[in-house]
């Protein structure tokens, strides 16, 4: 009995149970979509994702293929909470159970604001939100580049105003701005515009402007991405940001020279109106027209003032051509009656002169007079000297002489005997020495010596170096001797 019992109860393989398992999980879930936090991410070598989803209650192990991760819509995270979609599969080989997932998105806009948040406060620690990096537009920019989408109503909108406004020329580097993968091709787009060299072969815009139209959170998340915010705040060119309607505001607004509310709104602030230029211009025109009018009726007037302030110019020219006319003909009269005038005085001065001829055949007879005096009184010098000299001579014999020259010779010995005995070297002879230093100069106080100090001792019969020892001399009275 028990054992037909027990043959009653079917037999499987393991191969069959797993297979039994996995068709029942797959037939009765089909196609869902679990909610949960991320955990336990793992990304293998050959591209698949591996994962697990857990909430309060539980944990389910998850795979995204590799040929489904271009497509999941989102970069996956540990600790960030999804909706992840897909369909329930078994693995016979370690007889678990597991979400084979092809898309994920955020768990709600509540979970977006909160990464979005934490995203701004960290970039903007960075400073990439900063206000002085913020570069002003140019006025009227030759090129403006456009990264938006090559379809939709962005790309006219912003063409139409353009076109309105002030036509420029306009590059549009055409990039999705959403789904998978556009967050990149933005970031590729913004640095591709800064790459440009200027005068290449491609314009390099002068302002370029990022835009979408509007959509939800999930739709504007390429915007929000950390990548296209540190593009943008990298930029080399000024940029202005333009993503949803006027009440959206994504990341990339904060790191923008300008925001713009529409596509058409940040058209408008890329280039001026061409017909309010044209009337700025006709009123500053205006403006200088009637301010160079007033300038010059201002110097019209000072210019009527000047001329009722100077004189009657023919009027003073009448008077000196006149006068100049007088001037001359009393110059006429005056130049002969000058001449007169001297003349009458050269003659009045000349009967004044005395007999000059006369005055110098007198002159020349006193001279000659006086030589004859002259040289009469020489010829009697000259023989009262020759009969002197006749007188003296003969008084001027040898004895006398000689009796001159021995007196003169015995004055001569006794002060040279006398000068001997004064002479100093005849104290030295005696054994006294004169001490000076080593310059030569007479050392005659023992204070004025130091210690130690060389010297120079002069003795009779020549000279000898000496250095003074520590010795105390005597008084005034006495002498040191050596």
Same mark, same amino acid.
């Given at each position: ?338 001449? #007169?005038?001297? %003349? @009458?005085? $050269?003659?009045? +001065? !000349? *009967? =004044? &002169? ?7 055949? /007198? ?35 040898? #004895?006398?002489? %000689? @009796?001159? $020259?021995?007196? +003169? !010779? *015995? =004055? &001569? ?7 001997? /005995? ?45 250095? !003074? ?14």
């Amino acid at each position: 009995m028990d054992e037909q019992a027990t043959s009653n109860v079917p037999e499987y393989s393991v191969s069959e149970i797993s297979g039994a398992v996995k068709r029942t999980l797959e037939g009765a879930f089909g196609r869902i979509r679990v909610r949960g936090e991320i955990t336990e991410l793992k990304r293998y070598p050959s591209g698949h994702i591996y994962f697990a989803l857990k909430d309060e209650g539980g944990k389910i192990s998850g795979v995204v293929w590799k040929f489904s991760v271009p497509r999941l819509g989102l970069v996956p995270e540990n600790g960030v909470e999804v909706v992840a979609q897909g369909k329930i599969s078994a693995y016979g080989e370690r007889s678990s159970y597991q979400l084979i997932v092809e898309r994920m998105e955020y768990a709600g806009a509540g979970a977006l604001l909160a990464r979005i948040e934490a995203l701004r406060l960290r970039l903007a620690e960075e400073g990439l939100f900063d206000a002085a990096r913020k570069r002003a537009l140019p006025l009227l920019p030759e090129v403006i580049g456009v990264v938006t989408s090559a379809q939709g109503a962005v790309i006219q909108d912003i063409k139409t105003t353009l076109a309105r406004r002030f036509p420029r020329r306009l590059i549009l580097w055409a990039v999705p701005v959403q789904g998978e993968g556009a967050a990149q091709r933005i970031a590729d787009a913004i640095n591709g515009f800064s790459a440009l060299e200027p005068g290449g072969a491609v314009p390099r815009p002068d302002v370029v402007i990022v835009a979408r139209g509007g959509g939800s959170l999930e739709d504007l998340m390429a915007f929000n991405d950390e990548a296209v915010v540190r593009a943008a705040a990298a930029s080399t060119i000024p940029l202005i940001s333009a993503v949803g309607h006027e009440t959206d505001t994504t990341l990339i607004d904060f790191a923008s020279d300008r925001r713009a509310p529409t596509p058409t709104a940040a058209a408008e602030l890329a280039v001026p109106s061409r017909v309010e230029i044209a009337a700025d211009l006709q009123q500053k025109g205006a403006r200088l027209t009637g301010a160079l009018n007033r300038m010059m009726q201002e110097r019209r007037l000072g210019l009527q003032r000047a001329e009722r302030g100077l004189p009657d110019l023919p009027g003073l020219l009448g008077t000196a051509r006149q006068r100049l006319d007088d001037r001359a003909q009393r110059l006429a009269l005056a130049l002969p009656n000058l001449l #007169a005038a001297r %003349r @009458a005085g $050269l003659d009045r +001065a !000349a *009967a =004044r &002169l005395p007999d000059l001829p006369g005055l110098v055949a /007198a002159r020349r007879a006193a001279l000659a007079l006086v030589g004859e005096k002259l040289r009469s009184a020489l010829r009697h010098a000259v023989a009262q000297r020759a009969a002197l000299a006749a007188r003296v001579l003969p008084r001027l014999t040898e #004895a006398p002489l %000689r @009796a001159r $020259l021995r007196e +003169a !010779a *015995a =004055r &001569l010995s006794g002060t040279a005997s006398h000068l001997e /005995a004064l002479s100093y070297a005849r104290v030295l002879e005696r054994g006294f020495a004169i001490v000076s230093d080593p310059a030569g100069h007479p050392l005659t106080s023992a204070a004025a010596i130091r210690p130690g100090q060389p010297l120079r001792l002069r003795l009779a019969d020549g000279e000898v170096a000496a250095t !003074a020892d520590g010795g105390r001399g005597r008084s005034r009275q006495g002498a040191l001797p050596l």
